[in-house]
Every structure is written in C-alpha cells, then in structure tokens.
C-alpha cells in the first residue's frame, strides 16, 4: 500500500480544483509527547509501532498560508527567507503534495512562519505538516474532518497527526494494514496551571535526523524489544493522573518514557546520542532540585533540548533556576 492509495480513499470524489479560494491558512501548534512516538510498523505510511500521547504549545507552531501561483513549481518561504528547490526540507513537501495533484496539475506560493527552530527537536516538522494540511484543507475547501486529516498529515511526519488540536492527544497506532485506524484524537481532559518549560541547548539542527533514529533503533538495538511494554505500561498511568490531576505521576511517567526512549537510541549501533553536556547537566540539576522538593520533570526528543514539566505554583521558583527558560502556560 503507498501513500497515493490511502489518500485514493478518502478522496472518494474528484480533488475538485473549481471550489478553490484565492488563499487557505491556517495554524498549528507543535507538540511535546508525553509518551513518546518512537518506530514504524509501515515506513511507508507512518504508521507507528504503539500508541502515542501528547500536549500542544499554544503559542508555538507554524501558520501557513496557500495560493495557487503561474509556476511550474511551489515556491516555498520559511520565516520571509525564500527556500531553494533542492533543499531536504522543500523536496519533502513538494513529494507531499504531489500525493494530491495526481490528476491536476497546480502548484503553491507557501509562506511558513513557524516560530520554533527547525529540525532541532522541538517537532517543527509535525506544526508544519499539520498547518500545510489545514491550509490545503482550507484552500480547495474539501471540507474534510479532523481525523481525515489527521491522517493525511501523518504520511507526512508521523507526530504531525497530533498536532491538529490543543491540548492533551493521543494518537493511536491502530492495527490496519491500510492506517485507517490511525489517527489521533484529543483527550478530554485539561489541565490549567500546568506549565511547560523550554530549556534550549542548542538551535542547530540535529546531526541524525529522527526518521534515520527510529529505524536504526528497531533494527539494532537490543532493548527496542521492550519499548511497546513500556508504552503499554506508561498510557495507562499518564491517563490516570490526567484524569486525577496527579502531577507528579504524570511527570515521572514522562521522564521515565523519555529516558527508556533514549536509552534504547544509546544502545543502537551506531549509537544515537542526542545528548550535549548541558543536557545532562540540566538533567542532573532537575533530580537534585526535586531531591530537594521542587516539583520538576524533564522530557526530551530527537534533540538536546529540554522541556519542563512544572505547576503554575512553582513557575517562580523554576525561572530563579533557570533564567534563560521559555514559559508556556497549557492552557491559557
Ligand atoms: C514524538 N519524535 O513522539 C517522538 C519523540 C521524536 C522523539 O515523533 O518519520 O518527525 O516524520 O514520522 O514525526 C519525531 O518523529 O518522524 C517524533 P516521521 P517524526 O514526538
């Protein structure tokens, strides 16, 4: 099965070109799992091997806006720079869209701002995904639904498909050969005065991308094998203390996750490190604060950023800790 025949499904009519509007936008907010997204069970289609839970950051993501231009190819402009076609990051999103012009023959003026760094682990390639399907979505007006494109926008980064809503969202790793029954949802809980913290380390881009990781972890670390009992155990415990508004059963469940996440990336040959002396330090610091009685949790991605898990209650006391930490309110 390819990409082209999942979107032959939902597309039962004709990409009509005729119910266009002049430009289609839309936002969408990046997203931090709490329990990670890590291995594919269909590289083609992004279909992961478990389950998957995150929250979005409200005020971070990417705003795409669409129009169909007279060129012979899209023309892609990141944050006002306008990008070269042969670019890892272009020639991506042009084989995305060619997914939905296989009988007619467009081509896009996109303008991105994304105001998160690129490709450095803080899951600009899921805002961006998310955004550009919305915008699609908006453009030819196909009127699709949350989950229609929440599929769509995983054959074009697997975690894209969280990131069309706010809030807490799991996203399902479905048993289908096809995907159908892989999607995300939002969960209905909210937490006010739940903080996330970005501790930035560094902004360059990262030196193995996360799709090459994943793979090289299923197919030589030895303790990949328990990844899918991890998870198994941590969905379960990350819906509890949603549900009871238990903080530091949710913030120990997601720094285990993250931490069983990237030591199976360490035992995989050859290794995956995507830790910078200052991400252990930071790390180091967090367990002695909490020794100390802070109430502070890590999580970490494809990259040596960090981002904190903390209350409201306690934000005062984590900027005192860390001065050059970005502070995000949830739930606003
Ligand atoms: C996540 N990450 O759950 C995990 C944790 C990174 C670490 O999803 O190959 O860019 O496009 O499906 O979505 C990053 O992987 O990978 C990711 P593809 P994606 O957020």
């Known amino acids: ?16 070109k005729e119910r266009r509007r002049e430009k289609g936008s839309a936002f969408a907010p990046t997203n931090i799992a709490l329990c990670k997204y890590w291995g594919k069970r269909n590289v083609e289609l992004n279909l992961p091997v478990t389950s998957s839970l995150s929250i979005a950051l409200p005020d971070k993501g990417a705003l795409t806006t669409v129009s169909v231009c007279n060129d012979v190819s899209d023309n892609i402009v ?4 306008k990008l070269n076609q042969d670019t890892p990051f272009v020639i991506r999103t042009c084989q995305f869209l060619d ?16 105001n998160i760094p690129v490709a450095a682990g803080l899951a600009s390639s899921a805002c961006g995904f998310a955004s550009l399907i919305l915008a699609l979505n908006d453009l030819f007006n196909w009127n699709l639904s949350k989950r229609e494109l929440s599929i769509l926008s995983r054959l074009g980064s697997g975690s894209a498909s969280r990131s069309l809503w706010m809030g807490f969202v799991e996203w399902h790793a479905g048993v289908q050969a096809d995907g159908m029954d892989c999607y995300a949802e939002p969960l209905r809980w909210e937490w006010p005065g739940l903080n996330v ?19 090289r972890t299923i197919d030589t670390s030895a303790l990949y094998g328990s990844w899918s009992k991890k998870v198994a155990h941590d969905m379960p415990l990350l819906k509890q203390a949603l549900q009871n508004k238990n903080f530091s059963l949710l913030g120990g469940t997601s720094e285990s996750n993250a931490l069983t996440m990237h030591a199976a990336m360490l035992s995989s ?4 490190c995507y830790f910078l002396p200052e991400t252990l330090a930071f790390m180091q610091k967090i367990w002695k604060l909490r020794q100390e009685g802070l109430d502070i949790y890590f999580t970490q991605d494809a990259g040596p950023n960090l981002k904190l898990l903390f209350l409201e209650k306690n934000a005062g006391d984590v900027k005192e800790q860390f001065h050059d930490i970005e502070i995000i309110r949830v739930f606003p």
């Open 1 to 16: 099965m390819k990409k082209s025949d999942v979107v032959k499904m939902i597309f039962d009519h004709d990409l009509n």
């Open 99 to 114: 997914l939905f012009r296989a009988n007619t023959k467009w081509f896009l003026d996109i303008d991105i701002k994304m």
């Open 197 to 215: 913290g970005i501790l930035a380390v560094s902004h360059q881009a990262k030196s193995v991308s996360s799709r090459e990781a994943m793979q």
């Open 269 to 272: 040959w050859p290794p995956v």
């Open 78 to 81: 990141l944050n006002g720079n």
